[in-house]
């Protein structure tokens, strides 16, 4: 079955970096789209970015563009979030989840089936 696993949170000042991994089993990695989504207390969970199955393609929230950057390792089954300049505003849990096409991920959360457990971001000021 699908199994998704986060990592990589923590705690870190404002303006500091971090670096979420995702490491993703029991499916063809390779030919699906992946996304990252957050959700913090209280709020919906929201889209950060999605990379296609190639990783030619990436996309992101208006809010972390600039900032955040997605990528994948298709020999290492893991697809990555590279966090910079993170505000107090990213604080949340961090979600992995595949898209349902090597192009396409849905921005609206209900729309995905797999989720790992997350990963916690605090940001402080």
């Known amino acids: 079955q699908v199994h998704l696993v986060e990592s990589g949170g923590g705690l870190v000042q404002a303006g500091g970096s971090l670096r979420l991994t995702c490491a993703a089993s029991?499916?063809?990695?390779?030919?699906?789209?992946m996304g990252w989504f957050r959700q913090a207390p209280g709020k919906e969970r929201e889209f950060v970015a999605s990379?296609?199955?190639?990783?030619?393609?990436?996309y992101y929230a208006d809010s972390v563009k600039g900032r955040f950057t997605i990528s994948r390792d298709n020999a290492k089954n893991t697809v990555y979030l590279q966090m910079n300049s993170l505000k107090p505003e990213d604080t949340a849990t961090y979600y992995c989840?595949?898209?349902?096409?090597?192009?396409?991920?849905?921005?609206?959360?209900?729309?995905?089936?797999?989720w790992g457990q997350g990963t916690q971001v605090t940001v402080s000021s």
């Open positions: 029991g499916f063809p990695f390779s030919i699906y789209a």
């Open positions: 990379i296609t199955s190639n990783g030619d393609n990436t």
């Open positions: 989840t595949v898209g349902d096409s090597p192009l396409t991920l849905s921005t609206v959360a209900s729309h995905s089936t797999f």
